[in-house]
């Protein structure tokens, strides 16, 4: 992979990073997209994510194999092999 870097001094601003397409759409495949929650539903989530690590830290949680088996023996049979 060939990567070029144009400093600041030449573009004025920031430095400049060129890169192949190839190489451009292969990053592009490996990023996870963003999503901004806001209001209501950011809430929503903050107080169910507070509410699980609360559970996680007192020991309430289980291991999915654990709940898999309990659950779901078929599907845990298939993935589990």
Do not use: C, W
């Not at 060129?18 to 209501?40: H, N, T, W, Y």
């Amino acid at each position: 992979m060939t990567i070029i870097t144009i400093p600041p001094k030449i573009t004025g601003k920031e430095e400049l990073v060129i890169i192949s397409r190839k190489e451009l759409d292969r990053m592009k495949a490996q990023m996870l997209p963003a999503v901004f929650l806001k209001g209501r539903a950011a809430n929503k989530l903050d107080k169910r994510v507070e509410r699980s690590v609360k559970e996680h830290r007192t020991g309430k949680t289980e291991r999915l194999e654990t709940f898999l088996k309990r659950e779901h023996p078929k599907l845990y049979q298939k993935y589990a092999g």
